[in-house]
């Protein structure tokens, strides 16, 4: 009977050389690429959270800002689904056939899925927030907590955009 030890080492030898490389360890880059965009959230929760002049709901600026903001995001959710279901529709394409080689094919999928669900989770708040201010002025603890989460929703989303729009246009460009 083989120990677990030894079937592990036995499965590894079967893997390729690709799969080999997608097993070690990432490097300090990936991981920072991975998590950088939920980062840039929980910095601008946690500012957002302190600094009062953030607060969005009953600021003059506020329900602009907002407003604009789902502009924004309601276009970036059509394109990043644009986009993603085209990818798998024009498989004989060089470019597809170039990010399939790539070994972080998967990563840059899974991107495209945060970009769009910080994109919708971005647009759903955006969208909350105008019956918000609608209630009481009296509702300080809401507003905070409202333009906290909406303040690192922005930046997570921003970064996650970011992320796909750099590696899509890197890979268009290698060679």
Known sequence: MSTPLETGRRQEQGLSQE?????QRPSGALVWEKY?????????FS?????PRTRLLYAD???GLVGNVISASSIIVAYLLTAATII???ESKAIVQKMREWIFYRLLIKY????????????LLSIAGRPLAGLTHQAY?????FSAIWWGALGYTVAAVFRIVRLF???LLAQ
Do not use: H, N
């Not at 799969?19 to 097993?23: E, M, P």
């Not at 950088?36 to 601008?44: D, F, H, M, N, S």
């Open 19 to 23: 799969r080999r490389i997608a097993v």
């Open 36 to 44: 950088y965009p939920l980062v840039i959230g929980a910095v601008l």
């Open 47 to 51: 500012a957002s959270a302190r600094i």
């Open 61 to 63: 600026w506020g329900l």
């Open 88 to 90: 798998p529709a024009v």
């Open 112 to 123: 495209f899925g945060a970009g769009i669900a910080g994109s919708s989770i971005l647009l």
């Open 141 to 145: 603890e809401i507003d905070a907590l």
């Open 169 to 171: 246009l890197t890979l």
